[in-house]
């Protein structure tokens, strides 16, 4: 019996698993807080007065290689509000100031991603997480008292390499604390905490209109989250399990067996082959062709799906009206996506509703392309249905590429792919400022198109255990470990070994039982 049986035998979701899952939610509502900080922190004024030495006072003007008159000093006529751009006067010719923070903060996250990403396979997920908590929270608190637009924009940075380590390490968790069939409700939740995070910030802005305030009062919650989580939240038991901690593992095993009420008087975890346990770096990735073929379409797939999301949701803030109901309306669109996407996997499959999503949203968004300009309304709806889309997909992403990959580099993984995305993130400006926006909608129906078609050559995952090994994905008849479980006392257990011929007929067995099912 492997783990994922193990997981069926005590629960796939218990008692033990809710509040570890709980903690590691709250976490992830602040970490998309952080993601979109910049958007009320680097807000721009609505209006701006230009002073001289000459006691000129000029309203909404900035100065140019087309005029002499220079500003002396800027006011600003909200008293009750402030931002980085009021602060440091990130107006006319550096209005784009405050967008480049949001770049330098991405290129942190894409730093981060392929720093933590290993680091977490080889050292644990629970070390590198706190660790990366720990991180995010003191150079984001550190930014509050930032004397200047430099050492902000490079706490920025600091901060967004942490925000990866968080991230990757809260999705991988929650991943691996639950059962295959709860890997799909948890996704969906992860996906609704970027939304809600989203929504929790609008608010807080909408109260708060200080940045500095703003900033500390969005940074001290990390204190908190920190103890919680490094009281609740254990290591996990497959990254144990496959570094050789056969006892650790059994040791967290019990206990959740014991919380869930499904005690097990017996558990023996034979101590996996060596070479299933050395460590592997992200060249491993690239070392065989069906690992190789995987990495490839899901960099571009991440690489689009991120390109395409921020490209459609960044245009928020510089809408007509309140910034704040734009940003909690395009967080709300959002919603129906996540709430869709649990029902949908489990009739359809992982691969087909990734595929499938990707090819809707290259449809809807090259649609707008060929629809009339005067068409308002079916332009919106298909704008609306091309976000609906790529936001299941990103989504998905996450659980998709975590079961595709093995727990040996499931991190590195994730990490590439991360990586990946946060390059769409930065390319998502450039296409969206082209000068017909029409263009720019091309150029993502293009992309998530063709993303579409590659993703439907990736293998079903549905209904599999997780792959502990790259031996798990490339097909090599390797000892696997033996888990024995029993509800009998342990006076009255048996554990059978089996022999080396009957193992290997096993797996063959097996093999082909995925075959038939992908």
């Avoid at 060249?283 to 395409?308: A, D, Q």
Wanted: hydrophobic fraction near 45%; charge should be negative.
């Amino acid at each position: 019996m492997d783990i994922d049986d193990v997981y069926t035998k005590i629960g796939d979701l218990g008692r033990f698993q809710v509040p570890v899952l709980a903690s590691i939610m709250l976490v992830n509502i602040w970490g998309a807080i952080q993601m979109i900080h910049i958007v009320f922190l680097g807000e721009q004024p609505k209006h701006h007065t230009c002073h001289n030495n000459d006691s000129l006072a000029l309203q909404d003007y900035c100065p140019n290689s087309n005029n002499n008159l220079t500003c002396d000093r800027y006011s600003y006529n909200d008293s009750d509000f402030t931002s980085i751009a009021t602060e440091w006067d990130l107006i006319c010719e550096k209005s784009n100031y405050a967008g480049l923070v949001q770049s330098i903060f991405m290129a942190g996250v894409l730093c981060g991603a392929l720093i933590f990403g290993p680091l977490s396979d080889k050292y644990g997920r629970r070390k590198i997480y706190l660790g990366s908590l720990t991180g995010m929270t003191l150079f984001s608190f550190i930014g509050s008292f930032a004397w200047n637009y430099t050492f902000y924009t490079a706490t920025r940075f600091i901060t967004g390499a942490f925000v990866a380590g968080v991230a990757l390490n809260s999705f991988i968790l929650s991943c691996e604390f639950v059962g295959s069939s709860r890997r799909v409700l948890i996704t969906s939740l992860s996906g609704l905490m970027l939304p809600l995070g989203m929504m929790v910030f609008s608010l807080l802005a909408y109260f708060i209109r200080n940045w500095r305030i703003l900033s500390i009062t969005t940074s001290l919650p990390g204190l908190v989250l920190l103890i919680l989580t490094a009281c609740i939240v254990p290591e996990s038991p497959r990254w144990l399990l496959i570094h050789g901690d056969t006892l650790g593992a059994e040791d967290i095993i019990h206990k959740m067996a014991k919380l869930n009420k499904k005690p097990l008087e017996t558990l023996k975890l034979r101590e996996p082959e060596k070479t299933h346990t050395k460590s592997h770096g992200i060249f491993s990735l690239f070392v065989h062709f069906e690992l190789c073929k995987r990495m490839m379409i899901l960099t571009y797939s991440w690489f689009v799906c991120s390109c395409v999301y921020y490209g459609l949701t960044m245009s928020a803030g510089s809408l007509s009206g309140s910034i704040h109901i734009n940003i909690v309306l395009s967080a709300a669109v959002e919603i129906p996506a996540y709430i869709l996407l649990m029902p949908l996997i489990s009739k359809f499959g992982r691969r087909w509703i990734f595929s499938g999503s990707l090819l809707l949203g290259g449809v809807s968004c090259g649609s707008i392309m060929v629809t009339p300009a005067h068409l308002t309304i079916a332009i919106n709806l298909l704008a609306l249905v091309g976000k609906l889309a790529i936001s299941g997909a990103l989504t998905l992403a996450y659980l998709y590429s975590a079961e595709l990959y093995p727990t040996i580099v499931r991190n590195s993984a994730l990490g590439v792919c991360t990586m990946a995305a946060r390059f769409g993130g930065m390319v998502a400006p450039a296409v969206s400022v082209m000068d017909d926006w029409r263009y720019s909608f091309a150029v993502f129906g293009c992309m998530s198109f063709t993303s579409g078609l590659l993703a439907s050559i990736l293998p079903e995952t549905g209904g599999m255990a997780m792959p502990e090994t790259i031996e798990d994905i490339v097909g090599r008849s390797q000892p696997k470990e033996l888990l024995e479980v029993s509800s009998e006392p342990r006076s009255e257990s048996k554990i059978v070994i089996m022999e080396a011929e009957h193992e290997e007929e096993e797996i063959i067995i097996r093999k082909e039982d995925q075959e038939n099912l992908m």
